[in-house]
């Protein structure tokens, strides 16, 4: 926890509502995707392509939900600034 702390600049006490964050958008996707995909593909076998195109969506819809929780508790700017490097890593910008 301390740890945490440390390397995101916050109190542990914020540490816990961070990780409290992320564990509820990790369930609420996990909770999403199988209405999501049948709605698209129906009840039946998905395919490849189907798989493939969930995980390229799911990216800005993970952040997104990742945004809206935070703000709710509190963290909008935590998450903010969180998903700002998050993006300027992936076009790799430090």
Do not use: D
């Amino acid at each position: 926890m301390q740890r945490l702390a440390v390397r995101w600049g916050v109190s542990p006490g914020r540490v816990l509502v961070i990780l409290l964050v992320f564990a509820l958008t990790g369930t609420t996707v996990m909770l999403i995707k199988h209405p999501v995909l049948a709605f698209f593909t129906g009840e039946g076998p998905q395919g490849w392509g189907v798989s493939f195109l969930y995980y390229l969506l799911i990216l800005p819809v993970y952040n997104l939900i990742l945004l809206i929780y935070g703000a709710l508790l509190g963290q909008f700017s935590f998450f903010w600034a969180f998903e700002k490097r998050f993006f300027n890593r992936l076009r790799g910008r430090k």
